[in-house]
């Protein structure tokens, strides 16, 4: 099982990403699929998840109405689009699905 980020990168606040996760050695598609990110010093917090054949997500109210989950079952890749980015979305962001996390990808908003 593995599971690689991309995508993240030096946004300034207001501005967007889109982070990928892709998905190797389980059948991706059985499966829900969800984002978390931990900034320094603090807990690792869920940020969004979506079930097997994308028909359900659930975010924190943090990103509510700001990120979107979504993923390809052909292309075994969830993908976390972020919207109107703000200094406190700085973290690590993880993928994590089948019981294993991905390596994380570091998002920095900031001017």
């Known amino acids: 099982v593995q599971l690689v980020e991309s995508g993240g990168g030096l946004v300034q606040p207001g501005g967007s990403l889109r982070l990928s996760c892709a998905a190797s050695g389980f059948p991706f598609r059985s499966y829900s699929m969800y984002w978390s990110r931990q900034a320094p010093g603090k807990e690792r917090e869920l940020v969004a998840t979506?079930?097997?054949?994308?028909?359900?997500?659930t975010y924190a109210d943090s990103v509510k109405g700001r990120f979107t989950i979504s993923r390809d079952n052909a292309k075994n890749t969830v993908y976390l689009q972020m919207n109107s980015l703000k200094p406190e979305d700085t973290a690590v962001y993880y993928c994590?699905?089948?019981?294993?996390w991905g390596q994380g990808t570091q998002v920095t908003v900031s001017s």
């Open positions: 979506i079930t097997s054949a994308g028909g359900s997500t």
């Open positions: 994590y699905g089948v019981g294993t």
